[in-house]
């Protein structure tokens, strides 16, 4: 078994996987995502103002409604007074005069008010409109990035997976049976490496006595690590 040649191929299969870890976790995509949101966030505030708009806009028409009818009422009881001579109806018309004013004047504080907010609700649209432009811009700008940027990391992992034919092609398919069953049985590491007398696979100290059983197999024989049974490179 060559296992040298099964660690060169580790090592591509490692870095293919590192690649597609990278593809998910470019920072561009969430930089796209970031720009999403902020356009859903700028989107949902117009549609909130919106609402608020015609909220005012339906109450200012009520009011004026209303203020007409307290106009036209007040009127009507103004002609009254002119032809009442009793004491008391005409302070009875007097009172509900004075109620139907006191009634028109809040109803034009009121509409005052909705007036002066609905200047600021114009004005933070309008300055909401420009943020969705360049929200817009940026999302665009960001979906083009991750494009290029997946774009490239994909053509790296398409080089590597040449690179990776070509180390298959140089190896025998039963050594890449026993290479794919302990890739599966331990995380993708089939094969590694003795450092300072530890297995770069389980990271367990191999002793004295066992490395020197390694060294002592023949050439052509497979190490094993005695702790995890992955291949060792000598």
Do not use: F, W
């Not at 902020?38 to 009520?62: H, K, P, V």
């Not at 103004?78 to 009793?86: F, W, Y």
């Not at 590597?160 to 599966?184: K, M, P």
């Not at 530890?198 to 006595?209: K, T, Y």
């Amino acid at each position: 078994m060559d296992v040298k040649a099964l660690y060169e191929l580790q090592k591509v299969d490692t870095a293919i996987e590192q690649g597609k870890v990278a593809l998910e976790k470019l920072p561009e995509r969430s930089q796209l995502q970031s720009a999403i949101a902020d356009l859903a966030g700028i989107r949902r505030r117009r549609a909130e103002m919106r609402a608020q708009q015609q909220a005012m806009e339906t109450e200012l028409t009520a009011i004026e409604k209303a203020s007409a009818s307290i106009d036209t009422h007040h009127a009507k009881l103004e002609r009254q007074m002119k032809t009442i001579i009793a004491a008391r109806e005409a302070e009875a018309l007097q009172h509900e005069m004075q109620t139907l004013e006191t009634q028109r004047n809040e109803l034009d504080d009121r509409g005052l008010l909705l007036l002066e907010t609905s200047a600021a609700t114009d004005d933070e649209l309008r300055q909401l409109v420009e943020a969705e432009a360049d929200a817009v811009s940026k999302e665009s700008l960001a979906s083009a990035a991750l494009a290029s940027a997946a774009e490239s990391k994909a053509a790296e992992i398409d080089v590597l997976q040449e690179q990776r034919l070509v180390v298959v092609s140089t190896i025998v398919q039963g050594d890449i049976v026993v290479y794919d069953r302990l890739c599966a049985s331990y995380k993708g590491i089939a094969v590694a490496v003795i450092q300072h007398g530890v297995c770069g696979g389980c990271h367990m100290d191999i002793s004295v006595s066992e490395l020197d059983m390694i060294k002592r197999l023949p050439a052509d024989q497979a190490a094993e690590c005695p702790n995890c049974n992955r291949l060792l490179v000598r």
